[in-house]
């Protein structure tokens, strides 16, 4: 395959609002010794991706400034020790950043096939979130059969795997979400019950069920205190994000009568290995019941890749029920 030398991306101009997201051209990255370089056909939109626009979330050193954490596409080239993957392999990918790009490098082992019977397109919105769901849910969280599991923000990209995944390993799921329309797409697929955050108390909700064994979270402020509130005995915190805050004042006694675990992660500064790790895992388990239809990603909207500071609104507007995804140039 030839490559071109240079690629059109959706660079942070200045730290700012999604106007600061405009397109530029930069150099084609070359791919490392164990890595791969992708010919990127969509890019997941995220979060983080938010805060590093803002100035709040920086980059790896060794990693491209370019937002983007998720892609799908093509395999244009492998670096000298790969082996698993060759040019022209269909691939979605969890990245250090640059998937707001034409081509992207990332670890060859961060990579995965892309699900047989899937489009690139809802391809794209697998990784990152499929990744942080796994790993805080299940691998930190210990999430087990039979268990009560609540997600806040349960429409959103992270929120509709949670459900998905905590249902289909046989936990009772319960979720909150901003307003009934979203509440009903969480129930749809399979929270027992979702409570419209506006309307309910989520914590006596919860305490009427019984008490959540584990609650993810990525709220943080003030739910942080509502969160140890609304556990049972032994119940697990798992904390990803916290959009109204990091720091509360908390009385640990509770948490110390009650038996109660904080935790939690963030997936970008892990390392390559404990990524990798979670790749492993994710195409043993999760793959198969992505093949089979069992669980599918939730997409809400497609913006082209020079559009990336409408999808940014979109996402701040906590409209979107599921991922938000950029199709790049051609694809």
């Not at 790009?101 to 990332?106: D, I, W």
């Not at 720091?247 to 390392?271: A, E, F, N, Y």
């Amino acid at each position: 395959m030839t490559l071109p030398s240079k690629m059109t991306v959706v660079e942070i101009s200045r730290f700012g609002g999604p106007e600061v997201l405009v397109p530029a051209t930069a150099p084609v990255p070359v791919p490392g010794d164990d890595q791969i370089l992708i010919q990127i056909a969509y890019a997941g939109v995220n979060r983080p991706d938010a805060l590093q626009r803002a100035g709040n979330y920086a980059p790896p050193k060794d990693a491209s400034p370019l937002p983007g954490l998720e892609a799908s596409g093509h395999v244009a080239a492998v670096g000298a020790n790969v082996t698993r993957w060759k040019v022209g392999d269909a691939v979605c990918a969890l990245l250090p950043g640059g998937g707001y790009a034409e081509y992207a490098v990332t670890a060859a082992d961060h990579a995965l096939p892309v699900p047989k019977g899937m489009t690139l397109e809802a391809a794209a919105g697998l990784c990152e979130t499929f990744y942080t769901v796994w790993t805080n849910v299940f691998m930190r969280g210990g999430l087990k059969a039979g268990e009560r599991f609540l997600v806040h923000g349960g429409a959103s990209g992270i929120g509709t795997t949670a459900i998905q995944l905590a249902r289909l390993r046989g936990a009772r799921v319960f979720a909150t979400a901003g307003n009934p329309v979203k509440c009903a797409a969480c129930e749809r697929l399979g929270a027992e019950k979702a409570f419209d955050y506006r309307e309910t108390d989520f914590v006596a909700a919860m305490r009427a069920e019984g008490g959540a064994d584990l609650i993810l979270d990525m709220v943080g402020g003030d739910y942080i205190a509502r969160n140890l509130d609304a556990l049972a005995m032994d119940g697990r915190l798992v904390q990803i994000a916290y959009l109204q805050g990091s720091k509360v004042t908390l009385d640990m006694m509770q948490v110390m009568t009650r038996r109660l675990t904080i935790t939690g992660s963030t997936l970008r500064p892990q390392s390559h290995e404990a990524k990798a790790t979670i790749a492993r895992a994710l195409e043993a388990e999760v793959w198969p019941h992505l093949e089979n239809g069992a669980i599918a990603p939730v997409m809400d909207s497609t913006f082209d890749l020079a559009d990336a500071a409408k999808a940014h609104a979109r996402m701040e507007s906590a409209a979107n029920i599921g991922k938000i995804i950029l199709k790049v140039a051609g694809a």
